[in-house]
């Protein structure tokens, strides 16, 4: 409980969730018993009326500054050591008057760490056997974005697998090497695979110790591939949003894909939407060469179906299907589409 806290334990402070937990699990190897806050009002709370041993603050704190959180500590508690976690040797707005006691660089280093007292050592953490120790973690992506994750394990430069309700993210040394997705149609994997885990609302998750991987379907550093994969995850989210209108201006759509002409299949679709696209590019095709141009818009009917397709201006195809009695209305959301784009 709180109450029974001593002061040799030590209490962190960091705002940005990654940082937090870098820090932490670094001063925990090293033998601290830890209490870590992220919002320094509550930290600031707790610090009247609990005492520590050492204070170790990250520079980037949101909502208070760090020499003002220094400032606050050393009324409450002069005795106890604040050390400052810095991306440089020497940070601003420290004066001799309101230095801490060390500036420890971040990611944190074994051999700069202040170790606690031999009598209060965390006997409950075991030191990583090797340089490449996991991040143990345990949660849900509404607490704590994928891709936040997946930076904190890159930033640390650490190797892990990462379980997820619909898939698993491979991580060696920091790069992200693998990913695999997994839904109701079918399976993906590489890049498509995680846009689809990154675009997930929510997802249980567990950070388990490396697995290796018989190949890598992706080999960029975590930070880089998250960029990619947001930026694809952006088109998806737009995709989506056109099929959306499709179907809202046309709700007798029974298929429809979108997707760049070249590609085997659809990256998105509803319905029969492979077999669907496959008779697009056809259809695509076919008016190509008859009218030497690219046509913006096809839509054809047959006794029983309409099928229309449409070239956005993104480059991509986009095709949908309806009852032929609604032919005209499907010409009419592809053309009220195309006007939107």
């Not at 085997?264 to 679709?269: F, T, V, W």
Request: charged share 25%; glycine share 6%.
């Amino acid at each position: 409980m709180e109450g029974e806290l001593r002061t040799e334990d030590a209490l962190v402070i960091a705002s940005i969730y990654n940082r937090l937990v870098i820090i932490e699990r670094a001063l925990q190897t090293a033998g601290w018993k830890t209490k870590s806050f992220q919002k320094p009002d509550e930290a600031l709370t707790h610090l009247r009326t609990h005492t520590y041993q050492a204070v170790f603050c990250d520079e980037h704190l949101r909502g208070a500054s760090a020499k003002g959180f220094l400032v606050w500590t050393r009324r409450l508690h002069p005795r106890a050591g604040f050390y400052l976690f810095s991306d440089e040797e020497t940070p601003a707005g420290f004066g001799s008057t309101s230095a801490p006691n060390a500036i420890l660089p971040f990611p944190p280093l074994k051999e700069t760490l202040p170790q606690p007292p031999e009598h209060s050592r965390n006997l409950y953490v075991t030191p990583p056997t090797h340089e490449n120790d996991y991040i143990p973690l345990k949660g849900d992506t509404s607490t704590i974005a994928l891709a936040e994750l997946l930076e904190m394990v890159g930033t640390a430069k650490q190797s892990a697998t990462i379980i997820l309700d619909r898939g698993r993210i491979t991580l060696k040394d920091g790069l992200i090497t693998h990913a695999v997705s997994r839904n109701e149609q079918l399976s993906k994997s590489g890049m498509e695979a995680l846009v689809e885990l990154l675009m997930l609302e929510k997802s249980q998750f567990r950070v388990l110790p490396y697995e290796p991987v018989k190949r890598h379907t992706i080999n960029q550093p975590a930070a880089a591939a998250i960029l990619d994969a947001t930026r694809l995850a952006d088109e998806e989210r737009h995709n989506r949003q056109l099929l959306s209108m499709v179907r809202r201006d046309c709700p007798s759509v029974t298929a429809a894909a979108i997707g760049y002409p070249l590609a085997d299949h659809p990256r998105l679709m509803l319905g029969e939407g492979e077999a669907l696209y496959a008779r697009a590019k056809k259809l695509l095709e076919g008016n190509r060469k008859i009218l030497d141009a690219t046509p913006t818009i096809v839509v054809v009917a047959t006794e029983q179906w309409s099928y229309g397709l449409a070239m956005l201006p993104s480059g991509n195809l986009l095709t949908a299907s309806a009852p032929a009695k609604d032919s005209r209305q499907l010409h009419v959301a592809l053309h009220g589409l195309l006007r939107g784009t």
